[in-house]
T-cell receptor, first 116, second 114 residues
Framework: EAGVTQFPSHSVIEKGQTVTLRCDPI?????LYWYRRVMGKEIKFLLH????????ESGMPNNRFLAERTGGTYSTLKVQPAELEDSGVYFC??????????????FGEGSRLTVL | AQSVTQPDIHITVSEGASLELRCNYS??????LFWYVQSPGQGLQLLLK??????LVQGIKGFEAEFKRSQSSFNLRKPSVHWSDAAEYFC????????????FGSGTRLSIRP
């Protein structure tokens, strides 16, 4: 069974440009989370989808960030326009809902974003 | 505010030596507690978790952790480390349920001395 996959693995863009990160969760996982780690600091929560609905988006830093999960399958995280402080590693994670949830989040390898 | 503290940024131990990584949390109630590991080039992998019951939990790769309510701690231990244990370790808490958002500590990088 395929794990959580993220694309691209590394993106280098200039300040003011747009970048879209993609996450494909494990098949059947309705919970999908985005996290970000900036400059070796703690991994910070961005938002949580249950299927296509945003359950919690309290961690989204500002309106330059837009997350979508149309159809409740894969998710995209768009940064527009990108700023220098957006550089970091963006992690996606997924898990099952309800009784099948074990509490474990399954993480992708992350997408490293570098804004110059 | 809720927080997770890992006081050690970087630890180096000799192969075969014992290991203890510290974790403290700040929260009014007992949260759900986790340790994750990130090896180079890989995503985060769950080592172990504590929800309730026995305060000493066993995980994968020979790791264990002990929940101490009085100290708000959840330290990770391994009796004898292997070179393959070199990685970054993250302590984390989930506040409301096992499916709620997880708050991570800043991580401890572990290096193994041959």
């Amino acid at each position: 069974e395929a794990g959580v996959t993220q694309f691209p693995s590394h993106s280098v863009i200039e300040k003011g440009q747009t970048v879209t990160l993609r996450c494909d969760p494990i098949s059947g996982h309705d919970n999908l989370y985005w996290y970000r780690r900036v400059m070796g600091k703690e991994i910070k929560f961005l938002l949580h989808f249950v299927k296509e609905s945003k359950q919690d988006e309290s961690g989204m830093p500002n309106n330059r960030f837009l997350a979508e999960r149309t159809g409740g399958t894969y998710s995209t995280l768009k940064v527009q326009p990108a700023e220098l402080e957006d550089s970091g590693v963006y992690f996606c994670a997924s898990s099952q809902v309800g009784e099948e949830n074990t509490g474990e989040l399954f993480f992708g390898e992350g997408s490293r974003l570098t804004v110059l | 505010a809720q927080s997770v503290t890992q006081p050690d940024i970087h630890i180096t131990v000799s192969e075969g030596a014992s290991l203890e990584l510290r974790c403290n949390y700040s929260y009014g109630a007992t949260p759900y507690l986790f340790w994750y590991v990130q090896s180079p080039g890989q995503g985060l992998q769950l080592l172990l978790k504590y929800f309730s019951g026995d305060t000493l939990v066993q995980g994968i790769k020979g790791f264990e952790a002990e929940f101490k309510r009085s100290q708000s701690s959840f330290n990770l231990r391994k009796p004898s480390v292997h070179w393959s244990d070199a990685a970054e370790y993250f302590c984390a808490v989930a506040l409301y349920s096992s499916a709620s958002k997880i708050i991570f500590g800043s991580g401890t990088r572990l290096s193994i001395r041959p």
